[in-house]
């Protein structure tokens, strides 16, 4: 639960400004776009005007019908100086992307989960243990409002069964993350639709990129560990969209014995990005801040200005201080 200080201190922050700018990270999933649109519902709904912004790009299939949404830059927005900033599902600037906020001075709040937020300052709602940066846009909606709209609950439990896994990944302290779900689908959200979104729409040629996936993984530490890649060659034959990570991730650590695993992508000829997950105990997060990287325990991910090739064996190296 959010503190009453908490709500406050974003209330404040909302009767700052007329105007804002809502933002997430950068390849937003289903949780940033769901948190930046239930925040623009619930500003509009306060009177204020507002913008949304991505870097994108939209990679996720269930992503793909929000980008219009989102405006890329903020070039043609007049006084653009007076607007509020609010980074929600996100916390650090360079996640954002390429979108050049570093030069304008915004007054700016912060609203994220991830375990590797800064929490100190004044202007954020930083909460580690919610399973969604939409299950705290959530209790800042129903508290402002008294309620959430039919759109708004449609949109959030979109965004909580994105980052939950569809509550895999919640633990048996998870009562009350149920019961918030419940008022969404009392306000008119539907799971099988949900799940749906969230797991169909995939094309052919995703699936053969997955066999390609699996076909590259190896495991080390004993079965502890599973490491994977996809080379340029394999993204120039199957194509970027529709990489189905999630289901990549569920499979390999199905796998008897596997504690955590690795999937590094070459984006470009010097540049990889690095997913990590883990089941249990072993915290993901230190390792993908090693590489520069953050995200939760079981869920991080870093990008390295380096190829495959180099960067396994230095993967392997911090994990052998971990397995
Ligand atoms: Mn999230």
Redesign the pocket.
């Known amino acids: 639960m959010i503190s009453k200080q908490k709500i406050n201190s974003f209330i404040q922050f909302i009767d700052s400004h007329a105007a804002f700018v809502i933002i997430g990270h950068k390849e937003p999933?289903g949780?940033?776009i769901a948190s930046c649109l239930a925040l623009d519902e619930l500003l509009r709904i306060k009177g204020k005007k507002t913008v949304l912004l991505s870097a994108g790009p939209f990679k996720k299939t269930e992503t793909k019908c929000y980008e219009h949404l989102f405006k890329t830059s903020f070039e043609d927005i007049q006084n653009i100086s007076s607007y509020g900033l609010i980074i929600a599902?996100c916390s650090a600037k360079d996640r954002i992307g390429e979108i050049n906020i570093k030069d304008l001075e915004f007054d700016t709040f912060i609203i994220d989960?991830h375990k590797t937020a800064d929490s100190s300052g004044e202007n954020c709602i930083v909460d580690a243990s919610a399973p969604?940066?939409a299950y705290i846009v959530q209790q800042i909606f129903e508290a402002l409002n008294g309620e959430v709209t039919k759109t708004a609950a449609e949109v959030l439990f979109f965004g909580l069964c994105t980052?939950s896994g569809f509550f895999r990944f919640l633990e048996a302290d998870s009562a009350e993350i149920f019961v918030a779900a419940s008022r969404l689908i009392a306000k008119g959200a539907n799971p099988k639709k949900t799940y749906n979104l969230i797991t169909g729409g995939k094309s052919f040629e995703s699936r053969k990129l997955l066999g390609k996936l699996f076909d590259h993984a190896e495991i080390f530490f004993d079965g502890k560990l599973i490491v994977t890649y996809e080379t340029l060659e394999d993204t120039a034959a199957y194509g970027q969209n529709g990489r189905d990570s999630d289901t990549l991730y569920q499979n390999l650590l199905a796998i008897q014995g596997v504690e955590a695993l690795v999937c590094i992508r070459q984006e470009t000829e010097e540049q990889c990005t690095v997913g990590f997950r883990s089941r249990e105990q072993v915290d993901v997060s230190v390792v993908a801040s090693h590489f520069g990287g953050g995200g939760h325990k079981n869920a991080s991910g870093a990008c390295c200005q380096t190829t495959i090739k180099e960067l396994i064996p230095q993967i392997l190296q911090e994990f052998q201080k971990i397995l």
């Open positions: 999933d949780d940033c599902d989960h969604a940066a980052d």
